[in-house]
Structures are given as structure tokens and as C-alpha cells.
């Protein structure tokens, strides 16, 4: 099929069915590329759509330049990757990326929340919205790609909007949830349309007068070093970095620097750190995350054993014992801080497995594969099921 015999109009049919059936389907994530079938992620399961035509080369194409023109962008002409965020006929927003893959184009597209969600909701303690009322420091929330890092923030940012009169500067590629301004003047800038660089649109944002900057993402040098230099300078800075845990995001941020500056960057931002969430989303294989997932059977297509999924998490509190292990390079010390820093908001990955294994959320297999240290883990187990039961006995309530 040439782009003579392929319109603007069906174009956009063609995508807008997509993402209609991307959303009905309640899925996270939308995958098609010339002469494959189209896949799309099902709480969490990967799943081809082999009763759907399969979409030719040409019309891949056509769809990506159409992504690209509603996003403000320049079509993808050579070599890499285009990233950006439309809205759908249906309301559903979603996130974008445009690829080459073997000279020819492929599509992946994220559905983003419809609504902004409370910590409860994600799964996540209710003491992070603390972070909403600080007047200054650096807030990072970690974890890998696809855990739900953009939708903490934005649950953060939506608190602060609505409880806070504040000036909020957002800079993001691409901008994936809408905030409209509330109790705060909010303004979001894309990088590629509204700023040329992460970096230089922080430099900027300083002389915006601004009491709160999220920053999507520091993934070099001249961003790390200007979302530090903006936390010292008496702004509350949000970013995300891609780590595995508390401490891991800690040596990352500090790794992409040169070694002879590593000593004083670490003093810099123990200062100015004042929390670390990071998070991972598993599939809830567990017999309350299996209830929870359960789904009706669709009309005209066989029904499917589905699974909710659920956020584990670890949080760092930078108190001044833990600012004083990252100045002076005793990372491996700051798990025990965690251990012991229950009461200042703080758990270990390990803490938080527990609790949604003794839930029934998790299968023990998949916490123990998640978990750094097994033997921990067994052990926060059993005391959670010994405070358990104390509890119920305590009400009366039999095992």
C-alpha cells in the first residue's frame, strides 16, 4: 500500500482503533511494526493480537509522521528514536517512542493514568506526601523503566498544586500528565518544543521564579549538576534516575561525574538530598493479587487468567546520620539507617516485600527473586506474621 492510497483520514482511524482497543482491553502498553501482529500488554503479559490485520509498512510510517505532527515535531527521517505524548478521541492519554528496527519503523505507546491517584492507591505510604510540604531539596524517585516513576511524581506534583500557592515548573519529554493550575501557577515545558536541553531549560527555570522544578529525568552531567545547583539555591527539585534501589540512585548520580570531583559532589548532595523512593512494579501472583485481577470474559474472545500488578518499594530519608554516610562514602551503612528509621518514614525493599507477601500479593517465589538478601526477607516475614497474629488475638479474631 503506497501513502496515495493511505489518507490522512484513515490514518487516523487506523491509530485511534488502536488506542480504543488498547484502552477496552485495559492494557498499559501498544506495540506494531510492518507485517507483525499488533502486541499489546495485559497486566503486565505481552499479547499478540493475531485477529487483527496486520499493519503494512507504509501505513507504520504514516502513523509515526501523524504522532510527530501532533506532538510539534519534525518527522523521524534517519537513524534513532522520537519521543513524545498525544491524547486519544476516548480521553486516554498515552506516551510515545518512534523507532528504526532493521531500516523499518516500529511504534511503542504507553497508556498514561486517566486520573491523578492517591499514594494509597499506587500502594505507596501515605508519609511521602510529607515531601510535598518542603521548601527546598532534591526529591528523587528511582526505579527501572515502566514502574510507575512518572506517576508517583505526578501524584506529588498534583498534592502540591492543590495545597500549595507556588510557582511550579515542570520540564519533561515528553509531558505525560496535564497539570492545570490549582492553588499553584503551574507551567510545563517540553524539551524539543519549548527547550532545546534538559540542562538548559533548569538554568532557565531559575530566573522564572519558581518555588517548586521537576525535572523528568538527569541522565548526564550538566543536569545532575544544575538540578543540585538549583536545590542548594532554595528550590524543591523532582527528578527521576534509573536505579534499582536507594543507594544504587545515590552512585549513580555521583558516578556520572569525573573522579576528582566525586568527593565534593557527595558532600554537595548530602545537603541537599532529602529523599529517595525507589519502586518496582510486579505482577501480583500471590492469592489476593490473583482475586484482585480477576476479569470477565470479553464478548467474541476467550476468557484469560489475568493478574493485577502491585508497587514494592524502599524509602530513604536523608536525615543527618544519612547525609553524614553519603558525605563520607559508608553507603553500605545506609541500609541499617533504613532498618532502624521506621518512625522518620523510611523501609528496605526487603520490609515492604514482606508486607505484600504476608497480604497474600506476592507469591514467595517472586519476593524472594526480588528480594537483595532472602535470609532478610525470611525473617521480616516471620515477624510481621508474629505482629500479626499478636494483633488478632489482641481483637479476637482466631487463626
Known amino acids: ?42 497486566h503486565g503479559v505481552l499479547e499478540p493480537q493475531n485477529e487483527r490485520p496486520r499493519i503494512g509498512a507504509e501505513q507504520v510510517k504514516a502513523i509515526a509522521d ?23 478521541a476516548s480521553g486516554a492519554r498515552f506516551r510515545y517512542n518512534i523507532y528504526r528496527r532493521q531500516g523499518q519503523w516500529a511504534i511503542a505507546l504507553r497508556r498514561l493514568e486517566e486520573r491523578f491517584r492517591e499514594l494509597e492507591e499506587l500502594g505507596l505510604p501515605d508519609s511521602l506526601y510529607r515531601l510535598c510540604d518542603l521548601s527546598d531539596g532534591l526529591v528523587v524517585v528511582a ?21 500549595r500557592r507556588c510557582h511550579l ?30 540542562h538548559e531549560a533548569v538554568v532557565a527555570a531559575m530566573r522564572q521564579d519558581p518555588d517548586v522544578i521537576l525535572v523528568g529525568e538527569i541522565r548526564d552531567l550538566a543536569t545532575i549538576r544544575s538540578a543540585i545547583t538549583a536545590a542548594e539555591t532554595g528550590h524543591l527539585v523532582f ?28 558532600r554537595q548532595l548530602a545537603m541537599v538530598l532529602r529523599a529517595i523512593i525507589t519502586q518496582h512494579l510486579l505482577v501480583a501472583d500471590g492469592p489476593s ?14 476468557a484469560t487468567p489475568r493478574r493485577s500488578r502491585v508497587v514494592t518499594s524502599e524509602v530513604l530519608i536523608s536525615t543527618p546520620a544519612v547525609a ?8 553500605a551503612q545506609i541500609y541499617s539507617a533504613m532498618e532502624s528509621g521506621t518512625a522518620q518514614g523510611m523501609q528496605t525493599l526487603e520490609q515492604d516485600l514482606a508486607r505484600l507477601l504476608v497480604a497474600g500479593y506476592l507469591s514467595e517465589a517472586t519476593a524472594m527473586g526480588m528480594a537483595r538478601s532472602p535470609n ?22 482466631r487463626p
Open 239 to 266: 527528578t527521576t534516575v534509573h536505579a534499582s534501589d536507594c543507594v544504587g540512585a545515590i552512585e549513580r548520580l555521583i558516578a556520572v561525574f569525573p573522579a576528582e570531583e566525586q568527593t565534593g559532589i557527595r
Open 66 to 88: 501523524h504522532l510527530a505532527q501532533l506532538s510539534h515535531r519534525p518527522p523521524l527521517t534517519g537513524p534513532g528514536s522520537l519521543d513524545g505524548a498525544i491524547g486519544s
Open 169 to 198: 515548573v515542570t520540564i519533561e519529554d515528553p509531558i505525560e500528565y496535564l497539570h492545570k493550575s490549582a492553588q499553584a501557577l503551574v507551567n510545563q515545558r517540553q524539551v524539543g518544543s519549548d527547550t532545546e536541553h534538559f
Open 143 to 163: 526505579g527501572p523503566t515502566g514502574s510507575g516513576k512518572s506517576t508517583t511524581l505526578a501524584t506529588l506534583l498534583n498534592r502540591i498544586n492543590h495545597t
Open 289 to 302: 493479587g490473583a482475586a484482585a485481577g480477576a476479569r470477565p470474559a470479553v464478548a467474541g474472545r476467550a
Open 324 to 331: 553524614n554516610l553519603i558525605a563520607t562514602e559508608k553507603s
Open 1 to 42: 500500500m503506497t501513502m496515495k492510497s493511505n489518507p490522512p483520514g484513515s490514518v487516523v482511524r487506523l491509530l485511534e482503533s488502536l488506542l480504543t482497543e488498547c484502552v477496552s482491553r485495559d492494557a498499559s502498553d501498544l506495540h506494531f511494526a510492518p507485517d507483525q501482529p499488533v502486541y499489546l500488554r495485559v
Open 376 to 397: 532478610v526477607l525470611r525473617e521480616r516475614v516471620g515477624r510481621q506474621q508474629r505482629t500479626r497474629g499478636m494483633v488478632n488475638r489482641a481483637n479476637g479474631v
